[in-house]
């Protein structure tokens, strides 16, 4: 998965401190690498160094025996000694060269992002609750060209399950950035709680109000106990248990070496799709968020599962806004409201 979708990610559940403290606690091993890196480098530097000095060596001695012999004479043993070394100094500045070449490139294209990146918009009212999110005409593309959204209303409220339909590409997912407040360069009006959005700490609002489960999970290399509660705060085992058995994943835990406590491989490969999926969607659900939107949550989930998350919503949305980005008519069936994205105007229907 590549680093803009983890970037996302961490933007839409507000896990700034929760990475700044994971990455302090990996930086001493990462430390060690770098210095054993360093070492492997110095290395090899020095043993080019070596080569070199014991080629210019060897030349050195062959040509005097040839001079001391007349089969050469001491302006030829000089010009074929110079153009040795040129040459090896070409040859060493070719490989620090490329080594160098990459070093920069890389460099260049993080700088290029860093500047690139669009900065945030972040009011300081902080909210406790989600009762309702409005778009009063909204108007938004990235393209100067090309708007993805064009006028569009919709409220959301408390209470309902709203599914987001529409083929790929069209700006489902681009409805739930402007939500939540990733952008903040659209034409219109966003309100939450009949509050202006740019006025709204959108770190705070995402971080404690807003469950957000992506259709691909990304996993950590840990515990599937700590991937179940990672950035969550203030979560009871007790609830931890009832989500889980809700969702049917206890048969997993049974599975598992160690249950929970099993670790999650770096590309998570001892885990399935839909287990990655049912993780994802606990973690959201124990965070106890006002907003919940899913992504093509049950895209690799079996029929038990589908079922297991469908009861589970209804018996959740009654203090919530559900949003579901889907194209299953099994998850359209339990929505209150069908909004479609389409390129003309958009339009919602009543289920």
Same mark, same amino acid.
């Given at each position: 998965?590549?680093?803009?979708?983890?970037?996302?990610?961490?933007?839409?559940?507000?896990?700034?401190?929760?990475?700044?403290?994971?990455?302090?606690?990996?930086?001493?091993?990462?430390?060690?690498?770098?210095?054993?890196?360093?070492? =492997?480098?110095?290395?090899? &530097?020095?043993?080019?160094?070596? +080569?070199? %000095?014991?080629?210019?060596?060897?030349? !050195?001695? *062959?040509?005097?025996?040839?001079?001391?012999?007349?089969?050469?004479?001491?302006?030829?043993?000089?010009?074929?000694?110079?153009?040795?070394?040129?040459?090896?100094?070409?040859?060493?500045?070719? =490989?620090?060269?490329?080594? &160098?070449?990459?070093?920069?490139? +890389?460099? %260049?294209?993080?700088?290029?992002?860093? !500047?690139? *990146?669009?900065?945030?918009?972040?009011?300081?009212?902080?909210?406790?609750?989600?009762?309702s999110i409005e778009f009063k005409n909204i108007t938004f593309g990235y393209d100067p060209k090309r708007d993805l959204l064009e006028g569009f209303d919709q409220t959301f409220e408390?209470?309902?399950?709203?599914?987001?339909?529409?083929?790929?590409?069209?700006?489902?997912?681009?409805?739930?950035?402007?939500?939540?407040?990733?952008?903040?360069?659209?034409?219109?009006?966003?309100?939450?709680?009949?509050?202006?959005?740019?006025?709204?700490?959108?770190?705070?609002?995402?971080?404690?109000?807003?469950?957000?489960?992506?259709?691909?999970?990304?996993?950590?290399?840990?515990?599937?106990?700590?991937?179940?509660?990672?950035?969550?705060?203030?979560?009871?085992?007790?609830?931890?248990?009832?989500?889980?058995?809700?969702?049917?994943?206890?048969?997993?835990?049974?599975?598992?070496?160690?249950?929970?406590?099993?670790?999650?491989?770096?590309?998570?490969?001892?885990?399935?799709?839909?287990?990655?999926?049912?993780?994802?969607?606990?973690?959201?659900?124990?965070?106890?968020?006002?907003?919940?939107?899913?992504?093509?949550?049950?895209?690799?989930?079996?029929?038990?599962?589908?079922?297991?998350?469908?009861?589970?919503?209804?018996?959740?949305?009654?203090?919530?806004?559900?949003?579901?980005?889907?194209?299953?008519?099994?998850?359209?069936?339990?929505?209150?409201?069908?909004?479609?994205?389409?390129?003309?105007?958009?339009?919602?229907?009543?289920?």
């Open positions: 998965m590549n680093n803009s979708i983890k970037i996302k990610l961490i933007k839409l559940n507000s896990w700034y401190d929760v990475f700044a403290s994971k990455f302090k606690d990996d930086f001493n091993p990462a430390y060690k690498s770098q210095i054993e890196m360093t070492k =492997v480098q110095g290395f090899y &530097s020095s043993a080019i160094t070596i +080569v070199t %000095y014991s080629a210019k060596i060897i030349v !050195f001695f *062959a040509g005097g025996i040839q001079v001391i012999q007349d089969k050469m004479t001491i302006g030829q043993f000089t010009a074929i000694n110079a153009y040795f070394s040129m040459l090896l100094d070409c040859t060493t500045y070719f =490989v620090s060269f490329g080594q &160098s070449y990459q070093q920069a490139k +890389v460099a %260049y294209t993080r700088i290029t992002e860093l !500047f690139q *990146a669009e900065i945030e918009c972040n009011g300081k009212k902080i909210l406790t609750d989600i009762e408390k209470g309902r399950i709203y599914s987001i339909i529409g083929r790929n590409g069209i700006g489902k997912s681009t409805l739930i950035d402007l939500m939540v407040g990733l952008h903040n360069d659209y034409d219109g009006e966003i309100l939450i709680n009949r509050t202006c959005i740019k006025d709204i700490d959108v770190y705070n609002l995402r971080r404690n109000l807003v469950g957000f489960v992506e259709q691909e999970p990304i996993l950590f290399n840990d515990t599937v106990f700590n991937n179940l509660t990672f950035g969550v705060q203030g979560y009871t085992k007790s609830k931890l248990d009832s989500i889980m058995t809700d969702m049917g994943i206890t048969d997993l835990m049974e599975k598992l070496p160690v249950g929970i406590n099993t670790e999650v491989s770096e590309k998570a490969n001892n885990i399935s799709g839909g287990e990655k999926q049912k993780i994802s969607i606990i973690r959201s659900l124990v965070k106890n968020a006002q907003l919940l939107v899913f992504d093509e949550p049950t895209s690799a989930m079996d029929a038990t599962g589908i079922r297991n998350f469908k009861r589970l919503l209804e018996k959740l949305k009654h203090d919530r806004i559900i949003v579901i980005i889907t194209h299953s008519h099994d998850l359209i069936d339990i929505s209150d409201e069908i909004i479609e994205i389409s390129k003309e105007k958009e339009i919602s229907a009543t289920a």
